[in-house]
């Protein structure tokens, strides 16, 4: 007899899980956030072209729409700090095509929240209170890392000026793919990803800032207080070699954020992939006037896999994918 039915996670597992929901809950109940709840379906999905979004064809009143699986809560949670939410944080059902393996589900839990008026050092130390307050034991210290500075340590290069010939060469050796025609970026990615992530997070909390301003995504962008450039207002946590969060002082500009998603599109038909339905309503919120906030997505389904032990995130999991 087939045991596909049975759960991927055993249910002593499921049970703790249950108990870590509720401490992320009690987390942001006793500092004054109050949780929302938002569509996984929506008229928009992400631009992003390193994302891949997951449409259906509904029946609303308009007639037969596309609708799209929402990536993560953020465009729905922008448009309610518009509206005068204050502080909001939401555990969201998000989709992303293609992604599988052991960090992966095409179906998984993200923790987002929102800070009106707080910056990114006060969204850090909150994004470290939470992380400590789930694990059952001392991660070690919280340590902060520039980007660039990640590279010439672990890389002996500089990001932001390497030559793109130089940079493609390294990401095919180190990386085993034909990177010849890859932009910047995509050899970035790659070689963090592959040299650089999984040192991070070794007997400590790890926060990476000061990311190319290409790689700004929804935020901001500021000047590298280093040269001058320009580069984008968010951090990353990692903690055992796994990045655990994004967090960005978010893009309040309308025009901005509009001419993001067109050059997004742009670079999706440039790699020959499927242009994606822009949020209209996002921006008509962005135009109203949304605070001036940071934000910060957590997988919670890679954080409750280190604080139980696990080896996948299908280990915390009822249903994994496969057995969805």
Request: net charge negative; hydrophobic share 40%.
């Amino acid at each position: 007899m087939s045991m596909d039915w049975r759960p991927t996670a055993d249910i002593e597992t499921l049970r703790d899980r249950a108990r870590l929901m509720a401490e992320v809950r009690a987390f942001f109940t006793e500092r004054g956030v109050w949780e929302v709840e938002t569509p996984v379906l929506g008229h928009g999905g992400s631009t992003d072209l390193h994302l891949a979004s997951l449409s259906c064809e509904a029946t609303t009143p308009a007639g037969r729409e596309r609708l799209w699986l929402q990536t993560s809560p953020e465009f729905h949670m922008k448009r309610l700090l518009a509206a005068g939410s204050g502080p909001v944080f939401q555990i969201a059902r998000s989709f992303r095509d293609g992604e599988v393996g052991g960090r992966h589900n095409l179906e998984f839990s993200m923790l987002e929240w929102y800070r009106p008026g707080l910056d990114l050092d006060g969204l850090i130390a909150e994004t470290d209170a939470l992380i400590r307050r789930v694990l059952p034991s001392d991660p070690g210290p919280l340590r902060r890392h520039r980007y660039r500075e990640l590279f010439h340590e672990g890389l002996d290069l500089d990001p932001f000026h390497e030559p793109l010939e130089a940079l493609r060469r390294l990401a095919t050796e180190r990386g085993g793919l034909d990177m010849a025609e890859a932009c910047r970026d995509d050899c970035l990615d790659l070689l963090i990803s592959l040299v650089i992530e999984p040192r991070l997070g070794r007997d400590g909390i790890d926060i990476v800032v000061d990311y190319p301003a290409s790689q700004a995504a929804l935020a901001r962008r500021h000047r590298d207080p280093e040269d001058g450039e320009w580069v984008a207002s968010r951090f990353e946590v990692y903690l055992n070699g796994l990045e655990l969060a994004n967090g960005y002082d978010e893009l309040t500009d309308a025009e901005e954020q509009r001419a993001r998603f067109k050059e997004d599109n742009a670079a999706r038909r440039a790699a020959g992939l499927s242009e994606v339905d822009v949020d209209q309503r996002l921006l008509a919120a962005l135009e109203a006037g949304m605070p001036a906030s940071s934000g910060v997505a957590l997988g919670l389904d890679r954080l409750f896999q280190l604080a139980l032990d696990k080896d996948s995130v299908a280990e915390v999991m009822a249903f994994a994918t496969p057995r969805a």
